[in-house]
């Protein structure tokens, strides 16, 4: 059964703290994404990874950044965390070819305060 | 630039169909799918068309794809309450590793 593990189901943090989202994956896939999701805003990228130590921006990198040191692993950093990205944070991996089957974590309700 | 539309609810009776619309931008995407989210859970791949095809069906399912328009929809025939949930519309834009995805439709099944 595939899987793709969330560290947190719920986090509740304060507003300047420094945040880890982790993401494990057991699928060897060479893709790894991080999103957010809001009501009414859909899916937003925050950032994605082709392989190991290579990462890219997507369309909301702006107060993330990302670490991915093994394959298997993808955190997302919230440097400082702020309200507004009070969300839900879901990470996702797919293999590189052929049809883009995305595997979903449970995702992470994060809450800044 | 890329960009997936849907409308964000549908109400329907159940054993009636749903249609879910969505519109997209790129017209590079070799596929083009639709994600479903049950109540507290990620997202799983339900459906997917190949970017040559005007029509898929599977089961309940049917796909189909206007791509002069760039207007891909959704068909589940007798819907049932287990059909409650957000479906997504969400393209892969040519050369990248990367899914873009619409804002979700948010189905409600009622008897």
């Known amino acids: 059964d595939v899987k793709v593990t969330q560290s947190s189901r719920y986090l509740v943090k304060r507003t300047g703290e420094k945040v880890f989202l982790e993401c494990v994956q057991d699928?060897?896939?060479?893709?790894m994404f991080w999103y957010r999701q809001d009501p009414g805003l859909g899916l937003r990228l925050i950032y994605f990874s082709y392989d190991v130590k290579m990462k890219e921006k997507g369309d909301i990198p702006e107060g993330y950044s990302v670490s991915r040191e093994k394959k298997e692993r993808f955190s997302l950093i919230l440097e400082s965390a702020s309200t507004n990205q009070t969300s839900m944070y879901l990470c996702a991996s797919f293999a590189g070819t052929g049809v883009t089957e995305a595997f979903f974590g449970q995702g992470t309700r994060l809450t800044v305060v | 630039g890329e960009d997936v539309e849907q409308s964000l609810f549908l109400s329907v009776r159940e054993g009636d169909s749903s249609v879910i619309n969505c519109t997209y931008t790129d017209s590079s995407s070799t596929y083009l799918y639709w994600y479903k989210q049950e109540p507290g859970a990620g997202l799983q791949l339900l459906t997917y068309?190949?970017?040559?095809?005007d029509m898929k069906q599977d089961q309940r399912l049917t796909v189909l794809l206007n791509k002069k328009d760039k207007h891909l929809s959704l068909r589940i025939a007798d819907t049932q309450t287990g059909d409650s949930a957000i479906y997504f519309c969400?393209?892969?834009?040519?050369?990248?590793?990367?899914?873009?995805f619409g804002a979700g439709t948010r189905l409600a099944v009622h008897p």
């Open positions: 699928m060897d896939h060479e893709n």
């Open positions: 969400a393209e892969s834009p040519g050369g990248y590793n990367k899914l873009i």
């Open positions: 068309i190949f970017s040559n095809m």
